[in-house]
């Protein structure tokens, strides 16, 4: 183990959390979703169906339905009174139109979002909200795809949320994706679906922080979306891939109270993503007791022991995988024996100089360019306005 | 004779970004001309460049976030191939079983999700009696001898309700701007019902196949439990209960296999018979399999094979060549990469060299076809351009007189009537793949069973002890197995400790690929030719060939690599004989 390892270094980045509220801020806050959802539910549904309906005909009693609405109201850090009001979130979130497009990626969040099953709601996602547009999932190809686009753009104007998988390649003009009968470049194809969308999702690692393309020496000059994105909220989602449940609580947070949630610096919901891994995980017990695998396949290794001398990154990622897990809450990596890679940081392939070993930085990686990557913030002020957050330079990389 | 120049782009319902454009003659709607193009490009091989070979696996899995676990394997399997480790029995077994697992969930949501609205029209099913469809439903799980998944009037009458609502609605969302009613749908509107019914309860069941995924893997997609040596999840591995839970799950999945998925598979092929007879989506009938899934120990590459390798030439069966890795190439003449420069293997890196649409007429690209035209490059195997894939590894296998292979395969050309050269066809593909499914589910708990005797026996072993910094000096290996779509192989080369060099040909490389030097047709180009359009403002029949491959383009596009190509270079392990 090298010995620079200060914690100072290991322990960088500062934990958000989500504020503790006072009672005037929750009542406002309740009263606001309660007029929304009131609001919503008298507008015609786009789909007949009532989600809780759907789910009872696939047998899922309402007892099964309050435990989800009990643990979504808790992943979401919402007092428990909120309770109700997201129970009657899920019934007006088809209101809510979502177009998905894929970028330069490789199609691991669509994949998530199709074994989102965490809580057993999002087991219904195609039924519950309105999926417009998703090139993986569509029947319509070409020219077909294209007018099934063009109808929900039009339709939806300025209501639908844009979910953005996959970086954006810029070098070169753009040439290296292209998309439509048109040739259109993803840069192009992106500005101009964000243009009438009421906020843009960045989802994944790659839409959000340039991720895998982006990694030395970006071959195609990849970027996340909030570089190309100005003048209209953006919320980052990261994760490789980002967990289907985090998706759903964006969603289930804008159709309940009209607005983003809570947003740090870099733009990521704090509800997901104001706590470190290492903070949450189930082995941190083993951490605190000096009991560490030092190979893999060793006796601590079978006994379940800490990951960090096998490099794991929990102590600096940022993430709520070891709550929320992963696959219908089954396990997540370091359940698995495995040390978290980091995944959900910005530069994670080049900020570590291994994953397999507790390396904090590669001595190469620009602490830096997380600034730059959070620099283009002037939409994030865009984002305040609608979350009614304040977002600030909270990342503090051990300078 | 008039023609039209079809530009489909996006094609939908495939993994990444792909565009085809087709002529056809439009009194015939014959396809007289095609190319297919991939349009993005990521350059994921020369990230890798300089790392630490520990992490590749973790970083070359994210080329693809459907075949997933297989990259990641790939490229661990290439390492220890260097630094020439064996695995102990626990990690082959978990090893086998997460890739498994991947096989089966990737052929249930390629065939349901990706693939099925081509055969199957929805709207027709709002004609439906359920009650017929209950019958129907039973007759096909009885010509498949199993138990039908679903077969009462209820199930299907609460499809319908949902669907007449869903289409009341006036939005259709995924489903809209589909080609309903295109007169080349053959299934009855029952038919149709039954199979959109299952196309809903195979979104459960690969929910299922993901939380298998997740009990070994840690979660899935991206699964994180193997490292070079063996695997991590020995915790998991050693507890009864999640073995147990494992093997749960893996039975509902089995049971809705054989009692829908096979099932399906018997009415596509008595109502899609005549476009199997007529071999519509052939292609190239020429077949190559790397060989897949280890069922023994000891070095990966002497054990006997789940999936045999082997190369059928123009589908003949009665020939099966064996594999040799020294004989794959590949080919720029029509990829956006520059030429190689056979002289200096490895030295420097072909430069992507872009030479965009050759012309935009009314808002409209198009390729330059008789130039550069895709991202995709064009394997060779013996200087033959070959198909790869579930069908290929049935074809192989068959040939090779595997009797596990065969015995599938015969089972389902005795109860469907057709012959092994009606499986040279976009159903056929189809078939193939929902076999290789039946297959693994029947397999898998046998698995697992293995797994739990071992470990109850004492053997806990999981991770192949090696020094690093003695095998990393100077190493080269690969990876080379099957993944879902195919023959997918990863090739490194290790100096200092570090990746000196790195590549991979995968399954979508092989079956998309653009022209070759000799202007000779990739699979999917060679499926596509000579396909008759009902309507040729609809591209469905070109969409059910090309579908029928399980097109990953993520994957084939990810290469920025060496000059020349020859892979044979990596010819450093003699024993290997797949």
């Given amino acids: ?54 789910l009872e005909e696939d047998g899922y009693t309402r007892r099964d339905f309050m435990k989800w609405v009990s643990a979504t109201t808790a992943m979401l850090m919402l007092p428990g009174f909120f309770e109700p009001l997201v129970a009657r979130t899920i019934q007006v979130l088809n209101r809510v139109p979502v177009i998905w497009i894929n970028l330069q990626d490789c199609a691991g969040n669509s994949e998530a979002l199709l074994r989102a099953d965490g809580p057993t709601v999002d087991e219904l996602i195609l039924d519950i909200i309105t999926l417009e547009f998703h090139e993986l999932l569509m029947t319509a190809s070409g020219e077909h795809a294209e007018r099934q686009l063009e109808d929900a753009m039009t339709t939806f104007k300025g209501e639908y949320l844009l979910f953005v998988e996959g970086s954006i390649p810029t070098a070169a003009n753009g040439i290296y994706g292209t998309i439509g009968t048109s040739g259109e470049t993803y840069v192009d194809h992106l500005k101009r679906l964000a243009a009438d969308a009421k906020a843009v999702v960045a989802v994944g690692t790659c839409a959000t922080f340039g991720g895998v393309p982006a990694a030395a020496p970006n071959p195609t000059g990849a970027t996340g979306v909030m570089s190309l994105v100005q003048n209209k909220p953006v919320v980052n989602i990261p994760a490789c891939p980002a967990n289907p449940a985090n998706m759903l609580g ?98 994670f392939f080049d900020k570590f100089d291994r994953f397999e070993a507790p390396t904090p930085y590669n001595p190469s990686y620009n602490p830096a360019s997380d600034f730059q990557i959070a620099a283009g913030l002037g939409l994030a002020t865009a984002a305040s306005a609608l979350a009614n957050s304040t977002p600030t330079q909270e990342e503090d990389h051990g300078n | 004779m008039a023609t039209k120049h079809m530009v489909i782009d996006p094609i939908t319902r495939i993994e990444g970004h792909m565009r085809i454009e087709a002529i056809v003659e439009e009194t015939t709607g014959e396809v007289q001309d095609v190319y297919c193009s991939s349009t993005m490009f990521r350059g994921i091989e020369t990230i890798l460049k300089g790392r630490d070979p520990r992490d590749c696996g973790l970083m070359a899995m994210r080329i693809c976030g459907v075949c997933t676990v ?145 009990i070994f893997g840690g979660k899935d997609p991206h699964p994180q439990s193997l490292v070079v040596g063996g695997i991590t999840s020995i915790v998991d591995a050693k507890d009864p209960q999640k073995r147990q839970l494992f093997k749960e799950l893996a039975l509902r999945v089995r049971s809705f296999i054989k009692g829908a998925y096979m099932p399906d598979m018997y009415m596509l092929s008595a109502m899609y018979g005549e476009e199997m007879k007529a071999g519509a989506g052939a292609g190239l009938k020429s077949f190559l399999v790397y060989g897949g899934f280890p069922l023994n120990d000891g070095p990966i590459y002497n054990a006997t094979m789940l999936f045999p390798g082997g190369i059928v030439k123009n589908g003949d069966l009665t020939n099966v060549i064996d594999f040799d890795p020294a004989l794959v190439t590949e080919d720029v003449t029509h990829a956006w990469y520059g030429a190689p420069a056979p002289e200096h293997p490895y030295e420097g890196t072909t430069t992507p060299q872009y030479t965009d649409f050759k012309e935009r007429i009314n808002g409209v690209a198009y390729l330059d076809t008789d130039n550069k035209y895709s991202w995709i490059k064009a394997p060779l195997y013996d200087d033959t351009r070959v198909e790869v894939g579930p069908l290929a590894r049935m074809i192989v296998g068959y040939a090779r007189g595997d009797a596990r292979i065969k015995g599938y395969v015969d089972n389902f050309l005795t109860r469907a009537g057709i012959t092994v050269n009606d499986l040279y066809s976009s159903v056929g593909r189809t078939v193939g793949r929902a076999l290789e499914s039946e297959l693994m589910a029947d397999i898998l708990t046998d698995w697992v069973d293995e797994l739990g005797t071992n470990i109850d026996a004492g053997d806990v072993t999981s991770w192949t002890q090696f020094d690093f910094a003695t095998a990393s000096q100077n190493a080269q290996g690969y990876g080379i197995e099957e993944a879902p779509r195919g023959s997918l192989g990863h090739w490194v080369r290790i100096e200092n400790g570090k990746v000196a060099n790195y590549q991979a040909v995968v399954p979508s490389t092989w079956n998309a690929g653009p022209r070759d030097h000799k202007g000779r047709l990739g699979a999917y180009e060679a499926a596509l030719k000579g396909l008759k359009l009902s309507n040729i403002n609809e591209p469905l029949e070109i969409l059910r060939a090309v579908h029928s491959f399980d097109p990953c383009i993520a994957c084939a596009v990810h290469v920025i690599d060496t000059k020349g190509k020859r892979l044979a270079e990596y010819k450093i392990n003699p024993v290997c004989a797949v």
């Avoid at chain 1, 605190?288 to 990622?317: R, S």
């Avoid at chain 2, 029995?89 to 086998?96: D, G, K, S, V």
């Avoid at chain 2, 390629?110 to 055969?119: A, K, N, R």
Wanted: net charge negative; proline share 4%.
């Fill in chain 1, 1 to 54: 183990m090298p010995n620079d390892l200060s914690a100072k270094k290991l322990f960088f980045g500062k934990v958000t959390g989500v504020e503790k509220k006072d009672d005037a801020f929750w009542k406002k806050l309740y009263k606001q979703s309660e007029e929304r959802i009131s609001s919503l539910e008298k507008e015609v549904p786009f789909y007949q169906e009532e989600p809780v309906k759907v």
């Fill in chain 1, 250 to 347: 964006v969603i289930l947070l804008y159709a309940m109270t009209g607005e983003l949630p809570e947003l740090d610096g870099l733009l990521r919901p704090k509800f997901a993503f104001g706590q470190r891994i290492h903070d949450a995980c189930e082995r941190r017990v083993h951490f605190d007791a000096g009991e560490y695998v030092e190979e893999w396949g060793d006796a601590a290794a079978q006994a379940g022991h800490c990951l960090y001398k096998m490099g794991c990154k929990g102590p600096m990622t940022f993430n709520n995988c070891p709550t929320v897990k992963y696959n219908r809450g089954t396990s997540w990596p370091v359940a698995a024996g495995h040390g978290c890679i980091g995944c959900s940081e910005p530069g």
């Fill in chain 2, 70 to 214: 297989t990259h990641y394997q790939r490229s661990i399997e290439a390492v220890e191939n260097a630094f020439n480790l064996t695995l102990p029995t626990n990690a082959r077994l978990i090893r086998n079983i997460i890739q498994g697992t991947l096989f089966m969930h990737d052929h249930l949501v390629h065939y349901y999700h990706l693939h099925s609205l081509d055969w199957v029209d929805i709207i027709s099913a709002l004609d439906a009696d359920p009650q017929k469809a209950a019958t129907e439903a039973a007759k096909w799980a009885q010509v498949a001898g199993e138990t039908p998944w679903a077969s009462d009037t209820q199930t299907f009458a609460d499809m319908k309700d949902r669907l007449q609502k869903f289409v009341a609605k006036g939005r259709l969302g995924i489903f809209g701007s589909g080609y309903w009613g295109n007169r080349s749908y053959k299934l009855t509107p029952e038919q149709n019902l039954v199979a959109i019914t299952h196309y809903f309860q195979a979104l459960d069941i690969q929910r299922d196949l993901g939380q298998m995924m997740a």
